[in-house]
């Protein structure tokens, strides 16, 4: 029996067409969902992504606003265009792109972004709700990935889950993630010793390591849910999914998995958080 291919572009696919319908129903109540993004500097990989987000916004009817700061902008200086987002009733959602150059503190920024507009959930307060069970906007990939187990009706209660990455808008909420869901926990990371064993006894592995291929074919057991979260120039995402057609029950395909979600995930939090206008 081959494995379930977790199809993020389609469901993203569906999902677009789902928020298209809710945006337009919010316009003709008077709200104009807004996301604004900002990106401080001129790394070509993220002007792509902030460009592919703005792209997204424009498909489903929403409105994007672009902040677009100089290389040599200050913490201070990126403060004051963060709390003027903060303040602009307008704006709904409220986009840092990660990496900002060296010179600006990226943590006192991002949490500096109000938690009603964080819908990248990249704020301390965001993941400490979301680590609680309170309401909060996940971060987008891990978030993006609790979609695709939920969509394609995957069972994660009492499994055994590896988590290979512990970064704070990956790794880390997405072992939170899971531990929301009843499932037991393993973060490995770098230094992890015994790596290769850990990942053998896995019932659940997630590849967020941001290393091409890091974990091998012969590494996952039979019959195991196989996420990878990452995506390199090589066309190849964190683990070597190489027959995994054959030894997963269930896997992310790459591109075309957890990718797409992400920049859907983004959307539809911009989209809820216009939508709690109707409710105040």
């Avoid at 709904?92 to 006192?108: A, C, F, N």
């Amino acid at each position: 029996m081959s494995a379930k291919i977790l199809d993020g572009k389609k469901l993203a696919s569906l999902s677009e067409e789902e928020i298209k319908a809710e945006v337009s129903e919010l316009i003709s109540k008077g709200i104009n969902p807004t996301l604004a993004t900002i990106l401080v500097g001129n790394d070509p990989a993220s002007e792509t992504y902030v460009r592919m987000k703005r792209n997204t916004c424009k498909k489903v009817g929403m409105e994007s606003i672009a902040v677009e700061l100089s290389e040599s902008t200050t913490t201070e200086e990126l403060l004051v265009t963060i709390n003027d987002l903060n303040e602009n009733p307008n704006v709904h959602g409220i986009l840092l792109q990660h990496p900002v150059p060296s010179q600006i503190d990226e943590r006192r920024c991002f949490d500096a972004i109000d938690i009603e507009k964080d819908v990248d959930g990249v704020t301390c307060l965001g993941f400490g709700n979301m680590s609680m069970g309170i309401n909060a906007y996940g971060s987008c990939t891990p978030a993006g990935i609790i979609r695709l187990i939920k969509h394609y009706e995957l069972e994660v209660q009492g499994l055994n889950a590896v988590v290979v990455g512990r970064s704070p808008i990956l790794g880390k909420p997405m072992a939170m993630m899971l531990l929301n869901l009843n499932a037991t926990v393993t973060i490995c990371h770098s230094r992890t010793q015994n790596i290769e064993t850990i990942i053998k006894n896995a019932d659940l592995i997630v590849g967020a390591v941001g290393i091409p291929k890091f974990i091998k074919t012969e590494w996952i057991k039979q019959g195991a849910i196989v996420i990878d979260a990452g995506f390199h120039p090589e066309k190849c995402g964190d683990i070597d999914l190489d027959h995994m057609d054959e030894i997963s029950s269930a896997y992310t395909p790459v591109p075309g998995g957890v990718g797409p979600m992400t920049i859907n995930t983004l959307i539809l939090h911009t989209m809820q958080s216009a939508k709690k206008l109707l409710t105040n």
